[in-house]
């Protein structure tokens, strides 16, 4: 799928991201670096003024697209940093490079990932992960691949099942994997060995903004003292958290739960997202190496401007 990104048009891509066809934040990251380029590359036009005002455009589009994953907008301001807008020519360029370089860092930075998570796991482990993290996957593929015997066990992660992606990668690999409802989360637990996850954003203070259920698996698995691990590239943390902005949580359509006319008189609330306090997680990996929640300031201070 993400080789087609080069033939969509940044509307279309703007559009696949909010409907979720594109899903995933690195995935997501990814997209809309490719949607500035495609948009720099298809602008028909000599003027500058006109050129800077349709990339604000479309970077305002992609960033209202899902407002909890702030790897989006600081894909968005990697892409865009540094261009000074003076000639159409050279800005198309520079956005083109920095797109290009954008991608080839995070499909970079997720193999490293891949692997200081897999190097943590052991022969035998059962690991849990809720929702679809390529980042997760990549880590537990990794130990898989090096010969380690482990297990699976993935939730189902209402209301869009994302857990289904989860599992039918895993098989497909030849890793063993269950499939559990979320709120089984609890009853499986003391079979577990670690919790792997992805993350949307990452706060200043270490809490993960992740899919909707991750902090009710990471309370459960802090009861069970089950180690809980965050995979997830250094663009996932949130620099406006330092200034004490809070992450939006999306809230999206009821009918992706039930079908709201189903039940007249009933308020349906569905939340794609909730923050894990960085109390119930024990480390972050990144591709700048794994880093205790508390460190999480400190990746944040070296980001690039
Ligand atoms: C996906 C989700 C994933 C993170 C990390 O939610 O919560 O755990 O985005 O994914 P949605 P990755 O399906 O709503 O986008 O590790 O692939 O970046």
Redesign the pocket.
């Known amino acids: 799928m993400e080789e087609e990104l080069n033939s969509l048009s940044p509307h279309e891509i703007a559009e696949r991201i909010e409907s ?1 066809e594109i ?6 990251a990814r997209a809309a670096a490719s949607a500035l380029k495609n948009a720099a590359v298809s602008f028909d036009d000599e003027d500058v003024d006109e050129f800077k005002k349709y990339m604000d455009e479309i970077k305002d589009l992609l960033i209202s697209t ?1 407002p909890s ?1 702030v ?1 989006l907008p600081n894909a968005i301001r990697y892409v865009l940093s540094g261009i000074d807008f003076e000639d159409v020519e050279n800005a198309r360029e520079k956005i083109t490079k920095r797109s290009e370089d954008f991608i080839m860092n995070s499909h970079d930075a997720g193999k490293k990932i891949a692997e200081y998570g897999g190097k943590r796991l052991e022969d035998g482990d059962v690991i849990l992960t ?7 996957i990549g880590a537990i593929r990794y130990a898989w691949d090096s010969g380690k015997k482990i297990s699976v066990i993935a939730t189902e992660s209402r209301p ?1 099942r ?1 857990g289904y992606i989860t599992v039918r990668e895993l098989s497909e690999l030849g890793i063993p994997v269950s499939l559990i409802v979320d709120s089984a989360v609890r009853y499986f637990m003391t079979e577990i060995d670690h919790v792997y ?4 954003s990452i706060a200043s203070n270490g809490a993960v903004i ?2 909707i259920g ?1 902090s009710q698996v990471a309370l459960c698995a802090h009861e069970s003292r089950v180690p809980v691990t965050v ?2 590239e250094t663009y ?1 943390f949130s620099r406006a958290t330092t200034f004490g902005d809070l992450i939006q949580i999306e809230e999206r359509d009821p009918s992706e739960i039930v079908e709201p006319d189903d039940f007249p008189g009933v308020t349906i609330r569905n939340p ?2 909730d923050a894990t306090s960085e109390k119930y997680i024990d480390a972050i990996i990144t591709e700048k190496g794994v880093i205790s929640p508390s460190s999480a300031y400190m990746i944040i201070e070296e980001m690039e401007e």
Do not use: E, P, W, Y
Request: net charge positive; glycine share 6%; hydrophobic share 40%.
């Open positions: 979720m899903r995933g934040a690195a995935f997501i899902r994953a790897s809720h929702c679809n993290s390529s980042l997760a869009k994302q996850i992805g993350a949307d992740n899919k991750t995979c997830a996932k794609v997202f």
